[in-house]
């Protein structure tokens, strides 16, 4: 118990050590935080509900999606553009306020995904046990939780990337607190009719649930439902629905075909909003360099 609760409470270890895929035994208390915030979103049925709700459900969860999608995964895992370290930053910091850890533990873990899709190594696959072990229990494990430094030789030598990878809980906190200071602030109170609980439940509680089976779908349902448009020697599927929810993401047998491109849509009829507000970013230089899909890509695709 107190050995748990030390890896709960301290920061999370960083390695040059192989991963030992061997732990993968569950750690129920550190699973705590987790089911507490899902509690949390049930405070909707218990506060005031007004329109702005939906606003601030709308805008905490798509900042954050794209945040994750943008820099957690095409950025800090892929390296498919270019931006400044102060944007590099600023996306790193949003996307650590979902509450998945942060941005180098993140981009690590899904390098090996990569590396080992759909084997025994692979942690995230729900070939590997089952459904809800690929969707949200292997990250309570001890495998799941050190930084393999080893993965992101890129990344190590960014110390603000390395301090709020350690201490990812600040930016959840200030993103919960900030809702609800803000929900008390009377001249908000005026203008939209909530109040602290109801800014923490609508604007912290309620999205991050949502966020959190969102990404995790890339996880598991595109490995199990959708199509194969190429030949990639793993169970990854393009999936429209998990497109839709993670804006862009649910591409994921294109992504795993290719990728190195910050699009994941590889056709114009695949949906990909990320990629279409990375266009939109690099219209005013705060990303560069958006690598593109090459067009023998495009000819093996089977269909």
Not at 148 to 175: S, Y
Not at 220 to 235: A, I, Q
Not at 295 to 303: I, L
Request: glycine share 6%; with cysteine; charged share 15%.
């Amino acid at each position: 118990m107190i050995s748990t609760l030390s890896k709960w409470v301290c920061p999370p270890p960083e390695t040059h050590d192989e991963p030992d895929h061997t732990q993968d035994k569950v750690e129920w208390f550190r699973c705590v935080p987790y089911i507490l915030i899902h509690l949390g979103a049930l405070l909707v049925f218990f506060t005031p509900f007004a329109w702005p709700c939906l606003a601030v459900l709308a805008l905490s969860y798509a900042a954050r999606m794209f945040a994750i999608t943008a820099f957690y995964h095409r950025y800090f895992s892929h390296r498919t553009f270019k931006t400044s370290r102060i944007v590099q930053f600023i996306g790193a910091f949003t996307a650590c306020a979902s509450g998945q850890r942060g941005p180098l533990w993140w981009a690590a873990h899904h390098r090996m995904h990569h590396r080992h899709s759909d084997t025994d190594k692979d942690s995230h696959s729900p070939h590997h046990k089952n459904f809800l072990w690929s969707h949200t229990l292997w990250f309570m494990t001890d495998y799941a939780l050190p930084t393999f430094l080893k993965e992101i030789p890129d990344w190590v030598k960014f110390k603000e990337l390395r301090f709020i990878n350690r201490f990812d809980w600040i930016a959840v906190v200030a993103l919960a607190a900030g809702c609800y200071y803000l929900g008390e602030w009377p001249f908000f109170q005026t203008l939209t009719g909530m109040n602290g609980l109801s800014m923490l439940a609508w604007g912290f509680f309620l999205p991050t649930v949502l966020l959190y089976h969102a990404t995790f779908s890339v996880n598991s349902l595109t490995h199990m439902f959708g199509k194969k448009k190429y030949d990639t020697g793993d169970e990854s599927r393009n999936n429209w629905f998990v497109s839709i929810i993670t804006f862009g993401e649910g591409w994921h047998n294109n992504h795993h075909f290719f990728p190195g491109s910050a699009r994941q849509g590889f056709t114009p009829w695949e949906f990909d909003p990320t990629y279409y507000c990375l266009k939109f970013l690099s219209l005013f230089g705060l990303v560069r360099e958006l690598r593109p899909v090459p067009a023998w890509v495009k000819t093996k695709a089977k269909h």
